[in-house]
């Protein structure tokens, strides 16, 4: 048990140290479509204590297309927030003149392989949730740990 705890404050200080700190998300090319569900799942169920649907506008800034990255989450994330009843505005670029002229609370995200699983990394107003899946000996993702959050 203590181990684990220790791995979980590791893995916490590696998201914070290995995260970009730009305006836009990221999402590695070895996220699959089935990693991206259960990625999805999760981000709505976090987000609607602290953002309820149908009173939040999010803006989701949507990794760049420069980085040449395979994003499968995007897309579907859209989709299910839509139907959760948020309303969302996707940002493509750092420079997209909607980003100042949209209104609703920024939502930046991270996933990326790490160890034996994913790390997911959601940044909104001044907060940060991080959370980590480790794989089961099938390859599928195991979500019994909870997200550390951080606020500032």
Do not use: W
């Not at 991206?36 to 989701?60: G, W």
């Not at 395979?70 to 009843?85: M, Q, S």
């Amino acid at each position: 048990m203590n181990l684990r705890i220790f791995m979980l404050l590791i893995i916490s200080l590696v998201i914070t140290a290995c995260a970009t700190s730009g305006t836009t998300s990221f999402v590695a090319k070895e996220i699959t479509q089935v990693d991206a569900e259960i990625l999805t799942n999760d981000i709505i169920s976090y987000l609607e204590k602290p953002l309820p649907p149908a009173s939040t506008t999010l803006i989701l800034e949507a990794p760049s297309q420069k980085q040449g990255q395979a994003d499968v989450l995007t897309p579907l994330l859209i989709e299910k927030l839509r139907v959760h009843g948020y309303g969302v505005t996707e940002i493509k670029a750092k420079t997209d003149s909607a980003q100042t002229e949209e209104k609703g609370t920024a939502l930046r995200y991270l996933a990326f392989p790490f160890r034996n699983g994913i790390v997911l990394r959601l940044q909104y107003e001044q907060n940060e949730a991080s959370r980590y899946y480790p794989r089961d000996t099938a390859g599928s993702l195991i979500t019994e740990h909870p997200f550390t959050v951080r606020t500032e």
